[in-house]
């Protein structure tokens, strides 16, 4: 795994980063566009973490940190790539965020269909709350 390289997103990752969600994350989001993860970078410019292998795009996570809660978002790793330690390495970057900014727990939404998702989390220590639920307005149209 020493071939991997982590690394913050630029703003000049954009597009590559979105073509690469495409590719390698399930379902979409609303602020799955040019313009949200602009905002995103604007706002926090080491939150997007980007995994790279030989030059190639390999994974991404969202490590968002709001002065009271670690959240993770967007743990996608490409197909090509998976079982190889991409997502514990970026998971493994996150957390050292985290810590490092005072975060004392991080959570992650996960799709409740994705179950390949669910097995890297749990391998990776989080565990479901069944107890939560997640509710939502959009607040554009």
């Not at 790279?52 to 090509?80: K, N, Q, S």
């Amino acid at each position: 795994m020493n071939d991997l390289r982590i690394r913050a997103a630029a703003p000049a990752d954009l597009d590559p980063v979105l073509a690469f969600w495409k590719e390698a994350a399930e379902g979409t989001s609303i602020s799955d566009d040019r313009d949200g993860v602009a905002r995103l970078l604007d706002r926090d410019p080491e939150s997007l973490l980007l995994a790279e292998r030989d030059g190639e795009l390999a994974g991404t996570v969202i490590a968002g940190f709001d002065g009271w809660r670690c959240h993770l978002y967007r743990l996608a790793v490409h197909p090509g790539h998976r079982r190889r330690g991409v997502a514990t390495a970026l998971l493994a970057a996150a957390e050292e965020r985290f810590t490092a900014l005072g975060g004392r727990r991080g959570d992650a939404m996960v799709l409740n269909e994705n179950g390949l998702a669910h097995q890297a989390w749990r391998a990776a220590g989080y565990e479901r709350q069944p107890q939560w639920s997640r509710w939502v307005k959009p607040l554009c149209p």
